[in-house]
């Protein structure tokens, strides 16, 4: 198993490689000159000259991209263009409010989309079936942002259980926090757990017409022992594959769902960034985000062994 | 003897949106105690069918079932779904045809056999795991202990199959029934499962339904076959007769499509011309006629019920007298003659 996940680990380097590369010329490459941005309208040329050299954008590409990635190793992603802060610190102060929101999303997700998932497979081809599948359909189709205001206006303007926007931080108490949360992460949640609840009946429908669900039923088993100790442990590995997957969209999510929801997370630090042309901390968010989402992967391959004893590392 | 289960007049068909398909016609037959019952035909006659419909596991909505299948007093037919789960694996069990599917991959071995002692026993963990162990040395698989653990990819067919075994005889069923039980298996362990289901029989005095397509298996092992074709019973009665006395023409042709004792690599089987009828096309006569060299103008008239042919032995065949002159001469029919 360890030797495995070394393995895992040292295949995700090149990887890591690559996306550092193609982050660094999609942002180089893209048009303007942060430099005369930064100088403002009135600057000399002179003034522009001594920014650009600041920020070594004077140096040829290739120079530019080893010093980048030579300080990244070092966790150090140059200062922001803007507020003088290092990206790194600008990141970690902002990494609780996404994480409480991923988290509080994904289970979220799965408390919703697994039963439903299950039940569509059990009674699939009924009424109940067509029911989720509809709504299932329905949740994954309307963009995020409008689900997104219409709980906000229905929870929050209307019945006054949620507030609207904002973040409390954990520090302020967890209760709190869970409550500012809340409307955020039921917005991502129905967009992700339609993904999640098809896959799941999907993934049942399959086993459930295996031999051993037979075997089980010939046991005298209960229905849900059979639903949930047997078809669903088999069914796991795709589930969990596309929750794996599916975080990529939740991240794309978390991004827009900070903005309706004003919670100073990532996410808004990477609007905000792309709008003031902010380069190293866009670099530096899409850089983590994509570690992230590796390490994300990587965990999930483990994770298969708790599933299905046949995978082994 | 008293029968452990008697089946009268089952009849089922299947409702699908081209018509209905009558898959079981007719079957009555009842299962003594302690007695081995083979049931035979080639794929598609019914003989899985009817052990979907005594275990209660046929599809409730296109299945139109009548007659009654009788546990000791109880109709199965009478009863409700949570009432057929607590006989299910308590007093009947079921072994299939294929152990490298049958078993729950992610589950250990123990955990399958162990659940199904708590399912109907209301035994705690502990006593159902020494159940299980207990199980698994009765089955007689060495080095039980450490097998509890093992997943059913760690284990060999035959291995599998034992558990499999293990797991529908945990709760001291009356009936266990066997479907192709050995079909998937390698022959050397065919034989040895085939062994181990007689013993366990004598030992728990129990009473077995073996369904196989496979007259060796039958004659090693069945004290009594039914032979199935097109959803009817075309013969019945003990082995030793059936084999010296065949009486129905699609018996007979079972019996020659065998390889005889003597027969070499190069020799020809004979096999039964033609195709099993479409069950939705069949012929108010006898289904086999189609396919029978015995038959005459007088097979497609509607039949007669099956008649007796000596103790215990009965065939729907008009032409018996003609069949068993005919394979009279045959080297197995004399061989139990």
């Known amino acids: 198993m360890l030797t495995y996940l070394a393995g895992r680990i040292a295949s995700a380097v090149p990887i890591v490689l690559l996306v550092a590369i193609f982050i660094f010329s999609l942002v180089n490459l893209t048009p303007g000159d942060p430099a005369v941005l930064l100088a403002g309208d009135n600057a000399t040329p002179a003034q522009v000259e001594v920014i650009r050299e600041r920020l070594h954008l004077d140096q040829p590409l290739p120079t530019r991209f080893v010093v980048w990635a030579g300080n990244a190793l070092r966790l150090d992603l140059g200062e922001s263009i803007y507020s003088n802060q290092p990206v790194t610190k600008l990141i ?4 609780e409010p996404t994480f409480v929101l991923a988290i509080a999303t994904l289970i979220l997700t799965v408390v919703i989309a697994v039963p439903l998932g299950v039940i569509a497979a059990w009674k699939v081809n009924t009424w109940i079936d067509r029911g989720i599948m509809a709504f299932a359909v329905l949740s994954f189709s309307v963009p995020v942002f409008v689900i997104g205001y219409l709980l906000a206006y229905v929870f929050a303007v209307q019945l006054k259980w949620l507030p609207v926007q904002g973040y409390v931080p954990l520090a302020d108490g967890i209760l709190a926090t869970l409550r500012s949360v809340a409307l955020p992460a039921m917005a991502l949640a129905l967009v992700f757990a339609a993904l999640i609840a098809r896959v799941t009946r999907a993934s049942m429908l399959e086993v459930l017409s295996e031999n051993h669900i037979r075997t089980a039923r010939a046991k005298g088993l209960s229905t849900r022992r059979i639903l949930v100790i047997h078809a669903l442990k088999n069914a796991g590995v795709p589930v969990i594959t596309v929750i794996g997957i599916g975080f990529a969209t939740l991240i794309g999510g978390v991004v827009v769902t900070e903005s309706v929801f004003n919670i100073p997370g990532i996410g808004r630090l990477t609007v905000d960034a792309i709008t003031r042309r902010d380069y190293p901390v866009v670099q530096g968010v899409i850089l983590f985000f994509s570690v992230l989402l590796i390490l994300i992967n990587i965990a999930v391959d483990m994770s298969y062994a708790l599933f299905d004893p046949r995978v082994k590392g | 003897m008293t029968d452990t289960l008697s089946v009268e007049h089952l009849n089922l068909t299947f409702e699908n949106e081209n018509g209905a398909v009558l898959a079981l ?293 008009i032409r018996d007298t003609a069949v068993f002159e005919a394979i009279s001469n045959h080297e197995i029919v004399r061989a139990w003659a």
Do not use: W
């Open chain 2, 25 to 317: 016609d007719e079957i009555s037959f009842s299962l003594a105690r302690g007695e081995i019952l083979s049931l035979v035909g080639e794929s598609g006659c019914g003989k899985s069918v009817t052990a979907m419909a005594i275990m209660g596991l046929l599809p409730p909505g296109s299945a139109k079932i009548s007659g009654s299948i009788r546990l000791g007093p109880t109709n199965l037919l009478d009863l409700n779904e949570a009432e057929l789960r607590n006989v299910r694996g308590n007093r009947i069990g079921m072994v299939f045809q294929d152990p490298m599917t049958s078993l729950d991959p992610v589950h250990t071995v123990g955990m399958q056999i162990a659940e199904v002692v708590q399912r109907h026993r209301g035994a705690d963990a502990k006593a159902a795991r020494s159940r299980a162990l207990e199980m698994l040395d009765l089955v007689r698989i060495p080095d039980a202990r450490n097998r509890l653990q093992a997943y059913p990819h760690e284990l060999s067919g035959g291995m599998r199959q034992r558990v499999m075994i293990a797991m529908a005889l945990a709760c001291n069923p009356e009936v266990l029934i066997a479907d192709e039980p050995t079909t998937a298996l390698d022959v050397t362990v065919q034989a040895q499962i085939l062994e181990l289901i007689g013993e366990l029989k004598s030992e728990l005095s129990m009473s077995v339904i073996l369904i196989t397509h496979d007259l060796g298996v039958v004659a090693s092992t069945a004290d009594r076959m039914m032979v199935m074709y097109a959803g009817r019973i075309v013969e019945e009665g003990p082995v030793e007769r059936v084999f010296s006395r065949p009486s129905h023409g699609y018996t007979a042709g079972l019996l020659q499509s065998l390889p005889g004792y003597g027969s070499t690599l190069r020799s020809h089987l004979t096999e039964i011309a033609g195709s099993v009828p479409r069950l939705d096309h069949r012929n108010p006569g006898c289904t086999f006629a189609p396919r029978c060299r015995f038959a005459t103008g007088h097979c497609n008239a509607p039949l007669p019920d099956a008649h007796e042919i000596g103790a215990n032995h009965r065939s729907l065949c």
């Open chain 1, 92 to 95: 970690a102060q902002r990494l």
